[in-house]
């Protein structure tokens, strides 16, 4: 199809090309208009700087017919003058001449009357009528010649202009005369620097002209100059084909002009316009988690950031206003940031319940914002506060999850107390369990649905690891401590049925306690527990019941704090500074890390010992003391 044909009708082909077209004839078709767009960019660039030295020589030319003409002008208006004094000359010099022919042929005509007599007074008075005539129709011809060629208004401003001396231009005057024309050779060829010190100067020049009028034709040229080479300068900075050097340079210009608001904003803009292109480009689907298209993002959306802060301190640097424009315009970038990481990542991942897919997504991203800081730009809160609802609800999800997995473990528990999983085979969920435990904790035993019910909460810890900084240390003790009374309430139901009516009185108190405090899960945003109505294998010997109590006490006094002392521990790197975010960084930690683990009980907060005094009580609770 040719494009270029004059007759080629844009509509007329698109609504041909649909109707044949699926949808991936269409995303095909606008992959080839983007090739033939980029072709059509490149074609127009190369004829820009191959006409570009035809476009200078003629720019150049026409200033030289400019200063022709006026060289003209000023030579042709000289010739006048000249005319019309010689002329005036010549009129004085004939008439002075036919007085004096005149009065020489009377002078004759007496002479020769008196010295020889032969002529007659007759003769003589013809003569002199003659004369007369003679010199009466030379003068009348030589005023008619001279009305001819001026007027008498002509002849005065003529005397007028020949006794005044005009005083020669200064060098000042002389330069001022030329610059406007200078100005438009050096804006025309692009010569931004070398025009912005000629428009300076003109500025100063204005005060030393002596001519007001000279003065005010200079200003008016300089400002109209000025206006053509703002414009310019907008206009490359507008392009999106210009970046780095070339941009800076035409901010700057903008700047030195004292355009400082509107140079800013077009440097803003054009970071902007760079981040959403870029992000158009970007794939969101093929990834397994959305971490690629993550990282893609985050990197081109923060390090545009980074750039246009630099660009900012380097140009803007004494000015605070743009200072606060640049921090609001980041924000605004963040915000749409997270929007793209919602719309691809976030959403899909929350209502998926993948808590690790989240948490590794916000946590590469605060990765890449957490580099602004050494530039004086804080997002990580506005980024924070932005994705909190996305984890959040991630979060909720892997909760459900927990539930349901436990409740169909606990179905199927024969209560048997076994060992924790360790050795050498052990996968990577044992060993980020070995590792929050320590070596002097692996001798605690736990039934089949304890050591379930445990490794989904280390699971769930060390996914939540990487956003602890989210501000979701309490919400997520919070969770912990609701799923662990759940189950509790669950081995509840394990024992065998009280026969005694005390024991009665007491259950009948116990489940109005559980359901308190299910209500109040659901306040905090756990929803119902279906977990809880299902069936459970009753321990029937004494054995299996220190088994329910090995559970409950296990876990309560030496496990769940582990794992509270980890999000603790996490928490205040995090809050320090030093967290980085992610399993990469906890293994760095090794085994110093799991020596403040074990002796780490003095960094408990107040709202960590609560928790664990909350625990207690529910084992503490009847009837799961020893029978």
Same mark, same amino acid.
């Given at each position: 199809m040719n494009f270029s044909h004059d007759k080629f009708d844009a509509e007329k082909y698109v609504d041909d090309q649909m109707q044949i077209m699926d949808e991936r004839g269409v995303r095909l078709l606008v992959g080839d208009l983007a090739d033939y767009r980029r072709v059509s960019a490149d074609e127009m660039r190369k004829s820009v700087f191959a006409n570009y030295t035809a476009f200078i020589g003629t720019s150049k030319e026409i200033a030289e017919l400019e200063v022709e003409l006026q060289q003209m002008k000023n030579l042709l208006s000289l010739q006048t003058n000249l005319i019309h004094s010689l002329a005036a000359d010549s009129l004085n010099n004939e008439t002075s001449s036919n007085a004096n022919s005149a009065a020489a042929a009377a002078a004759a005509a007496g002479g020769a009357g008196a010295g020889g007599g032969s002529s007659t007074p007759a003769s003589t008075a013809s003569s002199v009528t003659t004369a007369g005539t003679s010199s009466t129709f030379a003068a009348a011809s030589s005023s008619s010649y001279a009305s001819s060629l001026a007027t008498p208004q002509d002849e005065e401003e003529d005397e007028r202009l020949w006794s005044v001396e005009v005083p020669e231009p200064t060098e000042i005057e002389k330069y001022a005369e030329a610059l406007p024309d200078i100005l438009d050779i050096l804006i025309a060829e692009r010569k931004v620097d070398r025009a912005i010190e000629l428009l300076e100067q003109g500025q100063q020049i204005e005060e030393e002209i002596l001519s007001a009028e000279a003065a005010n034709a200079l200003a008016t040229?300089? +400002?109209?100059? %000025?206006?053509?080479? *703002? $414009?310019?300068? !907008? /206009?490359?900075? #507008?392009?999106?084909? *210009?970046?780095?050097? /070339?941009? @800076? #340079?035409? *901010?700057?210009?903008?700047? %030195?002009?004292? !355009?400082? !608001?509107?140079?800013? #904003?077009?440097?803003?803009?054009?970071?902007? /316009? @760079?981040?959403?292109? $870029?992000?158009?480009?970007l794939r969101p689907r093929g990834t397994s988690f959305g971490g690629a298209y993550t990282a893609a993002l985050a990197q081109l959306v923060f390090s545009a950031i980074s750039q246009a802060a630099t660009d900012s301190a380097r140009i803007f640097a004494s000015d605070p206003s743009c200072a606060a424009d640049l921090l609001l315009w980041a924000q605004r970038e963040t915000e749409f940031c997270v929007s793209l990481l919602k719309r691809h990542v976030l959403s899909s991942a929350a209502a998926a319940g993948g808590l690790h897919a989240a948490a590794e997504c916000v946590r590469i991203a605060l990765g890449h914002c957490r580099l602004l800081e050494d530039q004086g730009l804080t997002l990580s809160p506005v980024l924070s506060k932005l994705v909190r609802p996305s984890v959040e609800e991630a979060l909720e999800f892997n909760i459900i999850r927990i539930e349901d997995s436990v409740a169909t473990m606990v179905a199927v528990d024969d209560w048997v107390l076994l060992p924790l999983p360790h050795g050498s085979g052990a996968t990577g969920r044992v060993r980020a369990l070995q590792q929050t435990l320590g070596p002097g904790l692996m001798h605690l035993k736990l039934s089949s649905s304890g050591q379930k019910f445990y490794m989904l909460l280390v699971d769930l810890v060390e996914d939540i690891l990487p956003v602890i900084s989210l501000q979701l240390f309490g919400r997520i003790l919070d969770r912990l401590a609701s799923l662990f009374e759940s189950y509790v309430a669950l081995l509840q139901k394990a024992l065998p049925s009280p026969s005694s009516d005390d024991d009665d009185n007491e259950d009948e108190e116990g489940e109005e306690g559980k359901a308190g405090e299910k209500d109040k899960d659901k306040a905090n945003g756990g929803g119902e527990e279906p977990w809880q109505d299902g069936s459970v294998r009753t321990a029937e010997d004494e054995q299996q019941q220190l088994a329910l109590l090995g559970n409950a006490s296990a876990l309560a006094d030496d496990l769940?704090?582990?794992? +509270?002392?980890?999000?603790?521990?996490? +928490?205040?790197? !995090? $809050?320090?500074? &030093? &967290?980085?975010?992610? @399993?990469?960084? @906890?293994?760095? $930690?090794?085994a110093e890390q799991d020596r403040r683990l074990s002796g780490g009980g003095g960094r408990n907060t107040a709202e960590h010992k609560e928790w664990q005094l909350r625990l207690q009580k529910v084992v503490d609770k009847p009837p799961l003391p020893i029978p």
């Open positions: 040229a300089i +400002a109209d100059r %000025r206006a053509w080479l *703002v $414009g310019q300068l !907008e /206009e490359t900075a #507008q392009q999106a084909a *210009v970046r780095g050097q /070339e941009l @800076r #340079q035409a *901010v700057g210009a903008l700047y %030195r002009l004292g !355009e400082t !608001e509107r140079a800013h #904003q077009l440097l803003l803009a054009a970071y902007g /316009e @760079r981040i959403r292109s $870029g992000s158009r480009l769940l704090p582990r794992l +509270a002392q980890r999000l603790t521990l996490a +928490a205040g790197e !995090e $809050g320090g500074g &030093g &967290g980085g975010g992610g @399993r990469g960084g @906890r293994k760095q $930690g090794g």
